[in-house]
């Protein structure tokens, strides 16, 4: 069951971007994420594209600490009504969790996984209202479900497009659920673009 | 000559507006107007690689020395891992010459002008 658990966030999805562009992990990152051993993983990779598989998982593991910062924020603004504000953390745990399996599978590839930064540069002076926060949020989860909408189709490796596919799923449940919350159409048309 | 003035500024006005759809798959990393895990897009043309303040590149960013201009940019979207080796972006590029030109015009006009910049 734990694999099963893990399955959905085998990469982070900040670190799809763009409609034609393609994942650059290489095959030790994939297999990593995908439960293979380390050692079996590592053998036929050069230490280059490990780097710069260090470098990728990096970025993403940044983008999910501003995700838990983004939602900690709107967690303690006092604008969130009590069932939004239990959403919101519910969302911020995923965040946390997508940290954890992404940090272990850097250090298995050798590299230390960077922190949370002490400050992020959001527009606090925007958030007024529970509207605000939910707006802000509903923008977050937007883009990531853009960046895998469009790098999907991209993927050489249909184990990674599977999992792309899953996350993108979870997110477009998140973005949803926050339109939802917004008043708006959850689900705004048959094709998202 | 009026008439072509206006069908030019018709095509870039829809440059911007496509550029700004295609942006919208930038933002799971970049905003406008703030540094996220990405540094902010503001300001963008002229502007020295790794010259936004108060945000962390890498060396390899820093160090490339390119001024961020129509052309610079388009080689960078294009391929970013070949123009700088190093980069913690993880997106290998736009093949579309037409996308990154659209995008480009979006990118162009986030100037002091632009609202979001101010």
């Not at chain 1, 994942?23 to 994420?33: E, K, N, P, Q, R």
Request: net charge neutral; aromatic share 6%.
């Amino acid at each position: 069951m734990s694999n099963e658990k893990k399955q959905p966030i085998l990469l982070d999805r900040r670190s799809f971007l763009g409609n034609t562009g393609k994942i650059v992990l290489s095959g030790t990152a994939i297999a990593l994420m995908s439960g293979m051993s380390s050692a079996g993983a590592m053998s036929t990779d050069s230490s280059d594209s490990q780097e710069q598989d260090v470098r990728i998982l990096n970025t993403a593991i940044g983008a999910e600490h501003e995700a838990v910062a983004a939602y900690q924020l709107g967690a303690e603004s006092g604008l969130l009504s009590k069932g939004v504000l239990n959403v919101a953390l519910q969302f911020q745990g995923h965040h946390k969790e997508h940290i954890e399996l992404l940090a272990s599978t850097v250090g298995k590839l050798g590299g230390t996984a960077i922190d949370a930064k002490s400050y992020y540069d959001f527009p606090v002076h925007k958030l007024k209202r529970e509207k605000d926060v939910l707006t802000f949020a509903a923008g977050l989860e937007r883009g990531a479900i853009s960046a895998y909408a469009g790098a999907i189709p991209l993927f050489d490796n249909s184990d990674l497009a599977k999992a792309a596919a899953s996350i993108l799923a979870d997110e477009a449940m998140h973005w949803a659920i926050l339109r939802q919350a917004l008043g708006l159409d959850p689900v705004p048309g048959a094709f998202f673009s | 000559m009026c008439a072509l003035a206006t069908v030019t500024n018709a095509d870039s006005d829809m440059d911007v507006r496509e550029g700004k759809r295609i942006y919208t798959q930038c933002t799971g990393c970049h905003s406008p107007d703030y540094n996220r895990t990405g540094p902010k897009h503001c300001g963008i043309l002229g502007r020295a690689a790794g010259g936004v303040k108060n945000f962390e590149y890498t060396k390899a960013m820093s160090n490339s020395g390119i001024i961020w201009t129509s052309a610079t940019l388009n080689q960078f979207l294009l391929s970013p891992f070949n123009t700088v080796p190093g980069t913690s972006m993880g997106f290998s590029g736009i093949a579309s010459e037409r996308e990154r030109q659209q995008l480009i015009a979006y990118l162009s006009q986030l100037d002091e002008r632009n609202a979001l910049c101010n």
